[in-house]
């Protein structure tokens, strides 16, 4: 693939893999690399047989972020028919299928704020995070700024922000921003035995789970408001087909078929 094609999808046993390829560029965004990217994640999600989706990079790099070369050029870094996707027409992308960033490699500034938007996060050993953008007189403003220090201690996410400084992969999984660090060169493989699990379960009870606890992420445990969404995702999930199917096949001593219903 060349920057010709710079995104290229791949799907299997009910996951897609979705792979910047400029590698060159460090798998640096543009409004093209946008375009793209957005497009591949609103196909993934709005597949029924896609029950995870892995976002990874090609080369030394998840991504470097901004194509700064662009960026001097005025590219607006989105897609242009989907602004409100926000960077990389990923950023701010409604999604209900569960996301990994597996990071093979560097992720700094844009990069970095990739990986904040997927739900979970496997990183290359030797990787590198960070959001360096201070140090060219710009900030982190496709949500780095925002999801860092809801991850991490305020101190901590402060630091990265106004030093510019990386992280290692090692500094990442013990403050708890990443899910797990694979040995060099594994990061793809294991993001997908993660995909492969999440695939394995009941696609309803999956997305609603998800979609629970990211709202409840910013809500009072006294409000019952979020008692009453717990209410009305339960009753979507026990009132499925699945969780008919899922304690039928645990008495039949068999694998559960999951319709998603």
């Known amino acids: 693939m060349s920057d010709e094609d710079p995104v290229h999808v791949e799907t299997s046993d009910a996951v897609t893999v979705i792979t910047l390829d400029r590698p060159k560029s460090l798998n640096a965004v543009n409004a093209h690399v946008a375009t793209a ?8 999600d709005r597949d029924e047989d896609v029950r995870a989706i892995v976002v990874t990079g090609t080369g030394r790099a998840f991504s470097a972020g901004a194509d700064l070369k662009a960026v001097a050029q005025g590219d607006t870094l989105t897609d242009p028919d989907h602004p409100e996707w926000g960077f990389g027409g990923f950023t701010r992308h409604p999604m209900t299928t569960p996301t990994i960033a597996a990071v093979n490699g560097l992720a700094f500034g844009g990069g970095l704020e990739l990986m904040l938007f997927c739900d ?3 990183v290359d050993e030797e990787a ?13 403003g496709a949500g780095g700024l925002v999801r860092l220090p809801q991850r991490i201690p305020r ?3 402060l630091e990265m922000a106004m030093t510019g400084a990386p992280i290692s992969a090692a500094r990442a999984y013990e403050l708890g921003l990443v899910n797990r660090v694979a040995p060099a060169g594994t990061a793809l493989e294991a993001a997908r035995a993660m995909a492969a699990t999440i695939a394995a379960n009941a696609p309803l009870a999956v997305r609603e789970s998800r979609g629970l606890m990211l709202r409840a992420v910013h809500a009072d445990e006294s409000d019952d408001a979020i008692w009453d969404d717990n209410t009305a995702v339960m009753g979507r999930i026990f009132s499925s087909e699945d969780a008919q199917e899922g304690p039928r096949a645990f008495a039949e001593k068999r694998s559960p078929v999951w319709t998603g219903r």
């Open 37 to 44: 990217l957005g497009r591949a994640l609103d196909a993934a």
């Open 120 to 122: 979970l996060a496997v």
């Open 128 to 140: 590198g995070l960070g959001l360096p953008e201070v140090t060219r007189g710009l900030a982190a």
């Open 155 to 157: 101190v901590v996410a």
